[in-house]
């Protein structure tokens, strides 16, 4: 069965951190652009952070230097690892997959979706 999974979500203090894993079964990440989107309620769905097939990472501003995202190729998994987290980063997170991409401009192009994983951030 074909499908990514979003783990590591939960509940955290401002200020705190998580890490957010996307795993898949069915086919290898590494063949893969990964997309992390964010939804939270009432707001519009955004990409935070990206990596391409060959490696290469981009963040959105709102999250630059705060989140990390990277690669376990034993996992077949790529991380979002989240720091110094704020209470406007509450939301759900969901992961994309984009075959053999460099970049992806929009998220009709992802071909497989995560059902997301909810982030809560309190002060």
């Known amino acids: 069965q074909v499908q990514l999974v979003e783990s590591g979500g939960g509940l955290v203090q401002a200020g705190g951190s998580l890490r957010l894993c996307c795993t898949a079964s069915g086919f290898t990440l590494d063949d893969y652009a990964i997309g992390w989107f964010r939804q939270a309620p009432g707001k519009e769905r955004e990409r935070v952070s990206f990596i391409s097939v060959s490696d290469a990472t981009d963040y959105a501003d709102s999250v630059q230097g705060r989140f990390t995202i990277a690669r376990d190729h034993a996992e077949n998994s790529v991380y979002l690892q989240m720091f110094s987290l704020k209470r406007e980063d509450t939301a759900v997170y969901y992961c994309?997959?984009?075959?053999?991409?460099?970049?992806?401009?929009?998220?009709?192009?992802?071909?497989?979706w995560g059902q997301g994983t909810q982030v809560t951030v309190s002060s």
């Open positions: 994309a997959a984009a075959e053999q991409a460099e970049t992806v401009m929009w998220p009709r192009e992802y071909e497989y």
